[in-house]
């Protein structure tokens, strides 16, 4: 079976900085592929490609095995690939079922008495969120009173409901507690059971490792390798991230500075004992 998407080489650059080089991965269903790299690393730019804001200037990108050049977001969603970006693009003060279905409400009747068809839009919106295993207490409270994980819910069950094979999700336990990042976790588990196919995208190797089933490593633009969760573990995952020859030389460099500060407050204390007259002399 072909992958629901596939990136073999892609690469992006903006005049003469190559933002992406060379970068390949696959996402299939029922599976997570965690994207992981810190500020800098080229995570967005890979992210804006697959959802279609950008188009990748070279490699290919296929969609069910097919070659493709996407134009715009819509098009992407319109193949069934959905981004979630941190921003979630929610109005707080508006009722959760209103951002659930915000630019594709459903309506009954026709021609001028045409409207707004509120109860199913509720319906649909408790059935979908408690799918997900996520109860809302009531879908008239606005959206800005759930919890940032709450809110992050809202938008992983709108994409499903709305088509989504694959699932982008930018940084979503990026600012969010212990506890909060946990309940994101938990539904992109849930999201995988359903046979989507996950991008989780994050700098966070302790969130990544829970979920994931491969993890794609992405510093400076370049990909550091692809791994499956039987080939590595969170400690070496960590270290790659954090570029273990760096940490190393890191390490050496406060040893260091530690030695030097011991030395300075040792000669500082001998500066500062007091000094002992003739008669106390020994």
């Not at 573990?233 to 390490?251: N, R, S």
């Not at 040893?255 to 000094?275: C, F, H, N, Q, S």
């Amino acid at each position: 079976m072909s992958p629901l998407l596939e990136v073999r080489g892609i690469g992006k650059q903006f005049g003469s900085v190559v933002a992406l080089a060379d970068v390949s991965t696959q996402v299939s269903g029922g599976t997570v592929t965690c994207v992981l790299g810190d500020n800098g690393a080229g995570k967005s730019t890979f992210i804006k490609i697959l959802s279609g804001a950008h188009r990748h200037d070279s490699g290919e990108y296929l969609i069910d095995g097919s070659p493709v050049r996407l134009d715009s977001p819509r098009e992407a969603l319109d193949r069934g690939i959905a981004t979630v970006y941190q921003d979630l693009a929610m109005v707080p003060l508006m009722p959760v079922w209103r951002n659930f279905f915000l630019g594709a409400e459903p309506t009954k009747g026709w021609g001028p008495l045409r409207r707004l068809d509120i109860a199913r839009a509720k319906e649909t919106t408790r059935r979908e969120l408690l799918d997900m295993g996520i109860d809302i207490r009531d879908p008239e409270q606005p959206v800005g009173t759930l919890s940032g994980g709450e809110r992050q819910s809202v938008a992983i069950a709108r994409a499903v409901h709305f088509g989504a094979r694959v699932l982008i999700l930018d940084e979503p336990t990026s600012a969010l507690g212990v506890k909060q990042a946990g309940v994101v976790l938990r539904y992109i588990m849930q999201a995988r059971q359903r046979g989507l196919g996950v991008i989780f995208i994050t700098h966070n190797p302790h969130h990544a490792y829970p979920v994931g089933d491969r993890f794609l490593l992405l510093k400076r633009g370049r990909g550091l390798g692809e791994y499956g969760k039987d080939d590595i573990t969170v400690a070496e995952l960590t270290q790659l991230m954090a570029g273990g020859a760096e940490l190393e030389q890191l390490g050496h460099e406060l040893a260091a500075y530690g030695d030097v500060a011991a030395r300075i407050e040792e000669e500082v204390a001998t500066l500062a004992a007091p000094v002992k007259s003739e008669d106390e002399q020994p």
